[in-house]
Nanobody
Framework: QVQLVESGGGLVQAGDSLRLSCAAS????????MGWFRQAPGKEREFVGG????????YYADSVKGRFTISRDNVKNTVYLQMNSLKPEDTAVYYC?????????????????WGRGTQVTVSS
């Protein structure tokens, strides 16, 4: 089992950058694939991107590809979401999640463990 805590959210202007962190507890963090999701008010939770347990493979939703980057540090038990060129439509609560699996894990049903989220607001 793993517990996840997101941090780094805040209020920024369009075009700014922000880096979210997700700290995981547990000694088996390196065994989990990790993902980031987001949920805007009145909308369903959507996939943002994912990273394999080794960190060698990453994949992204088309809406963030080229602007967002996921990385992980298995020594620090932390996964990161670097967000550049932020847009107002990126405003949402961002969640990290952990999954045991391989391949592209892009639905919330692939992930067993979730953090409580961190708010990101991008003003125009």
């Amino acid at each position: 089992q793993v517990q996840l805590v997101e941090s780094g959210g805040g209020l920024v202007q369009a075009g700014d950058s922000l880096r979210l962190s997700c700290a995981a507890s547990g000694r088996t963090f390196s065994s989990y694939a990790m993902g980031w999701f987001r949920q805007a008010p009145g909308k369903e939770r959507e996939f943002v991107g994912g990273i394999s347990w080794t960190g060698s493979n990453t994949y992204y939703a088309d809406s963030v590809k080229g602007r967002f980057t996921i990385s992980r540090d298995n020594v620090k038990n932390t996964v990161y979401l670097q967000m550049n060129s932020l847009k107002p439509e990126d405003t949402a609560v961002y969640y990290c999640a952990a999954a045991i699996g391989v391949g592209i894990l892009s639905t919330q049903y692939d992930y067993a463990y979730w953090g409580r989220g961190t708010q990101v607001t991008v003003s125009s």
